[in-house]
């Protein structure tokens, strides 16, 4: 899958996590595979990561992308995409050099929308947690190329191009 073809589909799950937020008032992280099957059809498949499960949710997306490559039915993956609520660092509407929303006393909330192929090619979209009287609403929020990481997404990556031992 090239950054064309990424962009397109995180978008498109973009367009849903909006739907979604604007119907529940909050979204649950979500990742979604793009798989090539032996038999060459492409599928997609999601895995909801269960808010119990945020603090051990490195291990999980590596022994997922682990279990994914031992599995003989799929071929290989094309794209992972993820949809979460998170914090926002201040400066990353100002270009600044962002530091970590938890050390950030003027953070936000927000949505993000993130897609990784295997190559490493990356498509972010983030929107902000606007809130007007009893409503919430997403605003989309601009920022540099390359100004945010997918560490979560790499950890997926990395269980599933080589084997991970978790005590």
């Known amino acids: ?9 995180v978008n498109k799950l973009s367009k849903t996590a ?4 604007r119907r529940d008032g909050y979204l649950k992280t979500f990742l979604v595979i793009l798989p090539i ?11 909801n990561i269960p808010d119990e499960m945020i603090e051990h949710r490195k291990e999980l ?6 279990n994914i490559r031992q599995d003989p039915k799929v071929k290989d993956i094309e794209a992972i995409m993820m949809m979460s609520e998170i914090f926002i660092g201040s400066k990353i509407q100002k270009g600044e050099k962002a530091i970590l929303p938890s ?7 927000g ?6 192929t295997q190559k490493g090619k990356q498509v972010v979209n983030i929107f ?14 601009d920022f540099k190329k390359g100004q945010i990481e997918q560490p979560l997404l790499k950890e997926f990556w990395k269980g599933y191009q080589e084997p991970v031992s978790i005590a």
Request: hydrophobic letters at 40%; zero cysteines; a positive charge.
């Open 1 to 9: 899958m090239n950054q064309k073809q990424l962009k397109v589909e």
């Open 18 to 21: 909006v739907r979604v937020f």
């Open 37 to 47: 099957f032996q038999d060459k059809k492409k599928g997609s498949g999601v895995v």
């Open 61 to 66: 997306l590596q022994k997922l992308g682990e």
């Open 103 to 109: 050390k950030d006393p003027h953070k936000k909330e």
């Open 111 to 116: 949505v993000i929308v993130a897609g990784m």
């Open 128 to 141: 902000e947690i606007k809130k007007w009287w009893k409503f919430k609403f997403l605003k989309k929020i």
